[in-house]
C-alpha cells in the first residue's frame, strides 16, 4: 500500500536485465523478486544494502548460467 502518501513518488532506480530469468530468480533462494515490463526484468535496487545487491547480482549469475 501506499501508507500515509499514497501518491508519492519516491526516487529509486533499476537494474534492466533479460526478462528470461525472471522465473529462475523467483524460484532462487532465497527468492529476488522484481518487475517484468517491456521484455525486460527491473529490479529495483532503492532498498537494496550494498550485501543484499551483492546476493542480487550472484543470484542473476546463477540465473545466466
Do not use: Q
Amino acid at each position: 500500500g501506499g501508507g500515509a502518501l499514497p501518491l508519492a513518488e519516491l526516487p529509486s532506480f533499476a537494474c534492466a536485465i533479460e526478462e528470461e530469468l525472471a522465473a529462475a530468480l523467483r524460484a532462487h533462494e532465497p527468492p529476488v523478486l522484481a518487475v517484468v515490463r517491456d521484455g525486460r526484468t527491473l529490479l529495483d535496487c532503492r532498498t537494496l544494502t550494498d550485501a543484499e545487491a551483492e546476493e542480487v547480482a550472484a543470484a542473476v549469475l546463477t540465473a545466466r548460467a
